[in-house]
């Protein structure tokens, strides 16, 4: 099964209790749930972040479209979520030109700065940690994405140095450790 | 053949904005917006442009424009200046002011950013006498890197929209199909099946409704071919799409676009709307009575979804799972009709076929291919890019000639072709001509174009392992011998890359292969062992030394190499102490420093850090124990 998570644009997670299904409403009355479910819950994905249980049935209950089916789509398709993610995305490129240019020393090295493992959000949900199949920036390989920002030819050094920027300019020094230590 | 003729655009009397903007009047800096070169940082390039065009007076004598995918990606971020089509690689933000102060407003180039030509050392200010470029003949990618993709007056300049203009008031959609037929074009999205064939069989299948579908869900990792012309010059895409549809019967189609690539899917979007208000998409198209509607699917991340019948499942709405053929699409597709799909590029060369005609285009080529192709060069290659050369060019003259050969002066190992569903060709091939059968003959395939370089560096193992990884992941789960097979596959590869290889790994790999390859329900599964029946053929010894020596010949798996220092060439600087991430390499100021192997993760940092190459890999349990020993005591 397609495991590989390539989230959507969103403004951040959004706990499940705090979640408007009257906007599920609105998105199912304008799409076309049963000829289009993939855009359908893509729209839906933007509007809420993920798709937690309660959206997911609220589109069956008012689209009419069996929950097991709408499930069956967001499982087999990388693009979906059912868990919330993190407020700032970084993405590392693996496909085949990153891959043989060291992108698995570009994970490892992140991971050890967040102390999160690969696909997994910090316990705080400031940072979500992917890998991609390939962003198509071969010649810059290896590349990652952070957010809106985009970094290439990268080592693990330089990439050490990005996250730990990236960790002082958001004020969370002393929850990552002044020195980058994250996985202690 | 470099630069392909284009008709003129030609004063009109139907009504339609002709369209040749002022572009030509000013002076233009196109930077390039293709991914590889936003990824190296060319939009704050663009904007310091914009701010010093202005600042210097200029704006209305210089235009600053984005254009797509250039082409030499490693020289991202680049930029060229009409006068001349002075090109300016790597560019830096500082260096912008430069260009425009000493170019843009005192006429001379500035010779101390031009390209440098690696083998001769000499700078080049010309894009066109750069060898990369010299070297390629481009169809599919003409426009791409020429004209802002976001621009329809810009398409229309180069003579766009005239070849669907031609067919679509001059020509019988059966004449068009044979003019198709005649060009011997074949499909560039890796399987080769003659494109006027298919249309021919969707055109004559009987049915009201038709569609054509463009399948943009480039997925193979390593090829973006696909993407810069979606990205660079979507209108190509478009016209293609238009004369498809006059010529089958078909009034509707779908653009369907892999998630990765939201570039795309906004240029796409834009061409669209400009198409469709300037009467080139839409109803009564170029009063010829001909309608034609358009429209974007955005994929959601399915490998799968590359497979034409998985692609239709997709399209509508359901998990992209293949299905059996026959019916083929061109009899049974979408919701049950007759469906005609083609790749991106292959709906690109349709407007040059169209407008130079058949024979032109079978004049490029080989004989049993017509054409070009374009590829994606990445890895260990000089020139990283965008590249088209005609069919039957060999796979040296791609890789040394438009590559510029091996980075670093290392040595050539193998380039890998067509991603997880391809393989990998070594050395002694290199004479290869690219086509279609040709490289079949190897064990690869054509592929939709990507071409990855490996040195000797990069372990075929782990490359197969990695590529075996990929298509296990991206298995849709439907049929066994995908699902299962891949699976044992990839645990077996695992295991001697972690160097825990057994006697008869080999043999059990090429017997799963061999079944798979026979069994498996589409092409993602029945080309999936094709990494790794290649590297085996051609790289068997290093299966071997994995399994039988636990070594790494290209000291790159983790868990047979060790890092250690070499005493006699470590001068104490100290600088790998300082920037190991676990504390494993350490010593005294201006003492020989050595590495703790209980401490080492095999970041790599320290080697690439050290100025004196004192840091060494080395692998095997004999060779790690001696060169253990030989450090410096900690």
Redesign the interface.
């Known amino acids: 099964?397609?495991?590989?998570v390539?989230r959507t644009e969103q403004d951040g997670p959004t706990a499940a209790d705090d979640l408007d299904l009257s906007r599920v409403a609105v998105l199912v009355d304008e799409g076309d749930p049963?000829?289009?479910?993939?855009?359908l819950?893509?729209r839906a994905q933007g509007e809420f972040g993920y798709l937690p249980e309660p959206v997911v049935n609220e589109i069956a209950r008012r689209s009419g479209v069996p929950a097991s089916r709408i499930h069956?789509?967001i499982t087999?398709?990388?693009?979906?979520s059912t868990v919330p993610s993190g407020r700032h995305k970084v993405c590392v490129c693996?496909?085949?030109?990153c891959?043989?240019?060291?992108a698995t020393?570009i994970t490892?090295?992140i991971s050890?700065e967040l102390g999160v493992a690969d696909g997994g959000t910090t316990d705080d949900m400031e940072f979500t940690l992917d890998s991609?199949?390939?962003?198509?920036?071969?010649?810059?390989?290896p590349?990652m994405r952070v957010d809106e920002e985009?970094?290439?030819?990268l080592?693990?050094?330089q990439t050490?140095k990005v996250v730990t920027a990236l960790i002082e300019e958001l004020g969370l020094s002393a929850a990552y450790g002044a020195g980058?230590d994250g996985d202690e | 053949m470099s630069e392909p003729v284009a008709p003129a655009a030609e004063p009109r009397d139907d009504g339609v904005r002709v369209a040749v903007g002022d572009a030509g009047s000013k002076r233009r800096v196109s930077v390039c917006a293709g991914t590889a070169c936003v990824f190296a940082g060319s939009m704050k390039v663009r904007d310091a442009f914009v701010a010093e065009v202005e600042a210097a007076g200029l704006q209305n004598e210089v235009e600053v424009k984005i254009i797509g995918c250039h082409g030499l990606c490693s020289q991202g971020p680049l930029a060229v200046v009409s006068d001349g089509e002075t090109y300016y690689p790597r560019l830096k933000v500082k260096d912008v002011s430069r260009v425009v102060t000493e170019h843009l407003a005192g006429g001379e180039p500035v010779e101390k950013l031009l390209y440098v030509d690696p083998s001769t050392g000499e700078r080049v200010a010309c894009a066109h006498d750069i060898p990369f470029y010299r070297a390629q003949t481009r169809i599919a990618l003409r426009d791409v890197g020429v004209i802002d993709p976001e621009s329809l007056d810009e398409y229309l300049a180069r003579g766009g929209y005239e070849a669907a203009r031609k067919a679509l008031t001059t020509m019988e959609p059966e004449a068009i199909v044979e003019e198709i037929l005649a060009s011997g074009l074949r499909g560039r999205g890796g399987a080769g099946f003659p494109t006027g064939a298919k249309w021919k069989f969707a055109r004559s299948s009987p049915g009201d409704l038709k569609y054509v579908i463009c399948n943009g869900d480039e997925g193979d990792p390593g090829a973006f071919m696909d993407a810069s012309i979606m990205d660079g010059d979507p209108h190509a895409v478009l016209e293609g799409m238009l004369i498809a549809s006059f010529a089958i019967g078909a009034p509707e189609g779908f653009i369907y676009v892999r998630a990765e690539y939201p570039l795309a899917v906004r240029r796409l979007r834009l061409a669209i709307a400009a198409a469709e208000e300037h009467g080139y998409l839409g109803d009564d198209i170029f009063g010829s009575g001909w309608r034609f509607h358009l429209k974007i699917k955005e994929g959601a991340g399915a490998f799968v979804c590359g497979e034409e019948t998985a692609l239709i499942a997709s399209i509508e709405g359901q998990r992209g799972m293949p299905r059996k053929r026959p019916p083929f699409p061109a009899v049974s597709g979408l919701w049950g009709k007759p469906t005609n799909i083609n790749n991106v590029e292959t709906y690109s060369n349709v407007p040059w076929i169209i407008a130079n005609g058949a024979a032109a285009y079978a004049a490029v080529g080989s004989d049993s291919c017509k054409g070009t192709k374009a590829f994606s060069l990445a890895g260990k290659v000089v020139n990283g890019g965008l590249a088209e050369v005609p069919m039957g060019s060999t796979l040296r003259h791609v890789i040394f000639d438009v590559g510029g050969g091996i980075k670093d002066g290392r040595e050539f190992k193998a380039v890998q072709l067509g991603g997880p569903s391809g393989g990998c060709v070594p050395a002694s091939l290199l004479d290869t001509p690219v086509d279609y059968e040709s490289l079949a003959a190897t064990g690869a395939i054509m592929g939709s174009g990507g071409m990855v370089v490996a040195d000797d560096s990069t372990c075929m193992v782990d490359l197969a392992r990695y590529f075996l990884q990929f298509t296990q992941n991206e298995s849709c789960g439907k049929c066994v011998p995908c699902r299962l097979g891949t699976k044992r596959m990839l645990e077996i590869l695992e295991r001697i890359t972690a160097g825990h290889g057994r006697q008869g790994d080999i043999e059990t790999l090429e017997a799963l292969a061999v079944n798979i390859k026979k069994t498996s329900l589409c092409g993602l599964g029945q080309t999936a062992p094709n990494p790794v029946l290649t590297t085996i053929k051609y790289f068997r010894e290093e299966y071997e030394a994995h399994i039988g020596e636990h070594r790494c010949p290209a000291l790159s798996c983790d868990a047979l190499i060790a890092y250690v220092v070499d005493a006699e060439a470590c001068t104490g600087c100290m600088l790998c102490a300082k920037r190991c991430p676990t504390a494993a390499a350490r010593g005294e100021k201006k003492q020989a420093h050595a590495i703790e192997q209980g401490l080492c993760i095999r970041c790599d940092v320290c080697r690439t850090a050290c100025k004196f190459d004192a840091v060494k890999i080395v692998s095997g349990p004999e060779a790690i124990a001696a060169a253990v020993e030989a450090q410096a005591e900690l």
């Open positions: 099964m397609p495991r590989r390539v049963r000829g289009n479910l993939i855009a819950l893509q069956g789509i087999f398709y990388a693009q979906f693996h496909g085949t030109a891959h043989v240019a060291g020393r490892e090295a050890q991609v199949a390939c962003m198509g920036a071969c010649s810059q390989a590349v985009t970094y290439g030819n080592s693990a050094d050490r980058g």
